[in-house]
């Protein structure tokens, strides 16, 4: 078989694996960017005992392998009565991960935001919320977006490692096309193809993002 | 609506930003707070605006105590020396945001919000640039935008923060005059900080000159230049030549000449001099100093001649562009300083004593 017939014959099967893969990233985006902006709300409140839990979470999964999290969360919550499907397991694996690292780059480009906007906001009748909410989120985020983008394109391979749990993503998939047709090296290259592609796509929306945000600060002031 | 400063202290770390303030704002009066960096003056329009917390003291607005008060409460008007206007809206949203996140129940409409920003805008003079965003507008634009956000929301007070320090010399002199004559429509109550005492003879109906977290003195603008109470004061309000000299029964002594010194616990006294309150001339004379130009600068309309003096610093001498094109002063040559106007400070005594020089 060329690899071309190979390729074309496995092509259904990848593609189906791609879809996964993007349900797991796009799925996992989204959920880390709500348990990133819960954690950095939560490490800014000034409230210790909000700060502390939230520091020590962003420590542990920075300082722990995806994957032993990924079998904690599928295999080893069982033990204790907590059963998830696949999927769900997966999605909440990488989002509970990814939202770490996103808490740091929200936290850090909040920060970033110089102090007078935040006085300026008080000096004007805002609360904390709405100063956070109008005035200073909006700008952080254009600080943030390099490196959200830096973690969510992460994602998009980390999902790989999804593949321990079962789930027939691309990586699974490539493999069960490899155990019936032997062709390790067209394979994978394709699965590693595609990923980039992936990837391209989304540095693509970063590069909007960025132009779309970057549009007002044109100049610094 | 008046401002009460009561025995208002801070601290940083070893740092005594303010030692114990005293002072009343008037209802309706531009006061200015002028002084070195490091002074206090920004630390205490910030505690008056509540952005800091003083260790002790007390602010009151109209009689009423807001130390406590958290600063969205206090309803002043706060422009900052970098503007901080909210880059990611537009001229017109910046002014409106205060109005459009009040509760609803004290919310305008949108028309009333509308009518009023434009009207705000207006005053500034900047309506045309109502769509643009703040990095779209030059310095001078934005501190006025600046002020009109701040007034958009109707403060009992107005506080600036150096308003006019990051802009260039020529901008900032049409602004501080702007200022004034804003401040003269609407009479509210206002307390700037400045470090340029040109910014706030001009400016303001009162100074108050700080130095080391202390006021110096509290006066109009005439009070302190014509009547400095300490020597700081008449150091800050320009340029002053200073000469060591002796006190021998009543007279500090400068070289040849002499100046009527108050009474003092030391012999010791400085004589402050300003540059263009010397006469040069050619011929010694009675109770003038002999020197020699090292420098001559051209700055204008005014010449400054720089001269050395045996025992005392360099004396800088100020004289007209005529004055100094008939005198056809040059460098090296020896010349005589009489010192028309002069002020005694004698370390140990209370007052210092005008006096003239004989």
Redesign the interface.
């Known amino acids: 078989m060329n690899t071309l017939a190979l390729l074309q014959s496995a092509w259904p099967y990848l593609l189906k694996g791609t879809g996964y893969t993007l349900l797991f990233a796009v799925g996992a985006m989204v959920g880390g960017l709500l348990v990133g902006a819960l954690l950095a709300v939560l490490r800014l409140s000034g409230i210790k005992a909000l700060q502390w839990p939230a520091a020590l979470y962003v420590s542990a999964m920075r300082g722990t392998p995806l994957l032993v999290q990924i079998f904690i969360i599928y295999y080893g919550l069982p033990a204790i009565g907590i059963q998830f499907e696949p999927i769900t397991a997966g999605i909440l694996a990488l989002s509970l991960n990814t939202g770490a690292y996103v808490s740091e780059t929200m936290r850090g480009a909040i920060n970033g935001v110089?102090r007078?906007?935040w006085?300026?906001?008080?000096?004007?009748?805002?609360?904390r919320w709405?100063t956070l909410h109008?005035?200073v989120w909006?700008?952080a985020l254009?600080l943030a977006v390099p490196s959200l983008s830096n973690s969510l394109i992460s994602l998009i391979k980390d999902t790989s490692l999804v593949s321990v749990i079962a789930v027939t993503e691309l990586m699974l998939a490539t493999k069960e096309v490899i155990s019936t047709t032997f062709q390790p090296f067209p394979l994978y290259v394709a699965a590693a193809a595609i990923y980039w592609c992936l990837s391209l796509i989304f540095e693509q929306v970063q590069r909007l993002l960025e132009r779309r945000l970057g549009r007002?600060?044109?100049?610094?002031? | 609506m008046s401002i009460e400063i009561r025995n208002i202290a801070k601290r940083f770390g070893n740092f005594t930003a303010l030692d114990h303030i005293n002072l009343e704002v008037k209802t309706g009066e531009l006061l200015a707070l002028l002084g070195p960096s490091g002074c206090g003056k920004t630390t205490l329009l910030r505690i008056i605006?509540g952005?800091e917390a003083p260790d002790d003291g007390q602010i009151l607005f109209h009689g009423e105590d807001t130390t406590e008060k958290?600063?969205?409460e206090r309803?002043?008007?706060?422009v900052?020396q970098?503007?901080?206007?909210?880059?990611?809206m537009t001229v017109f949203e910046n002014v409106a945001?205060?109005l459009r996140?009040?509760p609803k129940e004290t919310r305008p409409s949108d028309a009333e919000i509308k009518r009023k920003v434009h009207e705000l805008l207006n005053l500034v003079q900047l309506d045309w640039l109502a769509d643009r965003?703040?990095?779209?507008l030059s310095g001078g634009q934005?501190q006025r935008i600046a002020l009109a956000?701040?007034l958009?929301?109707e403060p009992k007070v107005l506080l600036l923060d150096e308003p006019f320090g990051a802009l260039d010399t020529k901008v900032r002199k049409e602004l501080r005059r702007w200022l004034r004559r804003l401040h003269d429509e609407m009479h509210i109550t206002s307390v700037f900080v400045t470090h340029d005492q040109e910014e706030a003879l001009e400016v303001a109906d009162r100074v108050v000159v700080m130095n080391k977290g202390k006021i110096e003195q509290l006066g109009s603008p005439s009070d302190v230049y014509d009547k400095p109470a300490t020597p700081f004061v008449y150091q800050f309000l320009g340029d002053v030549n200073l000469f060591q000299s002796r006190v021998h029964e009543g007279w500090a002594h400068v070289g040849d000449a002499r100046f009527a010194a108050p009474q003092g616990q030391t012999d010791q006294a400085v004589v402050y001099v300003r540059p263009h309150e010397i006469d040069v001339s050619r011929e010694g004379g009675a109770g003038a100093l002999s020197g020699v130009i090292s420098h001559v600068r051209l700055l204008g309309a005014t010449v400054r001649l720089e001269v050395d003096v045996a025992g005392q610093d360099a004396v800088e001498v100020e004289l007209t562009r005529e004055r100094y094109l008939q005198g056809d002063w040059k460098v090296a040559e020896t010349v005589y300083l009489l010192p028309r106007e002069a002020r005694v400070y004698v370390p140990s005594a209370a007052e210092w004593t005008d006096g003239g020089g004989i």
């Open positions: 110089d007078g906007q006085e300026a906001a008080f000096s004007q009748g805002m609360g709405q109008y005035i909006p700008q254009r007002t600060l044109a100049r610094q002031p | 605006a952005l958290h600063v969205r309803n002043v008007g706060f900052f970098h503007y901080a206007l909210f880059r990611h945001f205060g996140v009040r965003y703040p990095a779209q934005r956000r701040a958009a929301v």
